[in-house]
């Protein structure tokens, strides 16, 4: 019996490596080496334990942004652009894919999302298809981000509202130095 791997196998062991083994790597600075050879990733950039990748390609992480824990980026349906100096806090999801409700086969619907420099995405917040989070903006803890995000405003809900705004002067900050996270 002889064993054939085409591309479609090996995608799908990359991805599974990428998910199950890179991402739960304790040494950051191997982590990042390997998610470099996937995607972009820019200097001072900090990816801690845990990160759930859905696609290996079309995602670019900015400078000195960081990922927190546990999140998971799903790139399947377009791609994922993260600004420079973002905090994206544990737990959040960013989709770029999803069932089209209105479909009557179930079928999907997709497009990329970009976050803006400076902006923070809180704890457990959820980005949907399509979406752009402007420059500097805050999407507060368990917000569900149906549209775009204004530049330096805050939004919090389900679906996530403006809630108030941001001073739009920023100071970049410190390179985070998570040796085991």
């Not at 972009?40 to 334990?49: E, I, N, P, Q």
């Not at 670019?60 to 806090?89: E, H, W």
């Not at 009557?104 to 457990?124: K, L, M, P, Q, S």
Request: charged share 20%; hydrophobic share 40%.
């Amino acid at each position: 019996m002889k064993l054939r791997f085409g591309r479609s196998y090996l995608r799908r062991l990359a991805l599974y490596l990428y998910n199950h083994v890179v991402g739960r790597l304790p040494s950051h600075a191997l982590r990042l080496f390997l998610y470099r050879r996937v995607f972009t990733v820019g200097d001072g950039a900090t990816v801690m334990l845990g990160l759930t990748v859905r696609s290996l390609r079309d995602v670019s992480i900015g400078r000195n942004s960081n990922l927190n824990p546990r999140c998971m980026l799903d790139s399947r349906g377009g791609a994922i652009r993260i600004g420079d100096y973002v905090d994206i806090a544990p737990e959040v999801n960013v989709w770029t894919l999803e069932h089209d409700p209105a479909d009557a086969d179930f079928g999907t619907r997709g497009g990329g999302v970009t976050v803006g420099d400076y902006a923070w995405i809180a704890n457990r917040a959820i980005i949907l298809p399509g979406v752009t989070i402007g420059e500097g903006a805050v999407v507060a803890a368990g917000a569900v981000v149906v549209r775009d995000v204004p530049p330096w405003s805050i939004v919090g809900g389900v679906p996530a509202k403006v809630i108030g705004t941001r001073p739009d002067r920023q100071n970049p900050r410190r390179r985070y130095n998570p040796f085991l996270l």
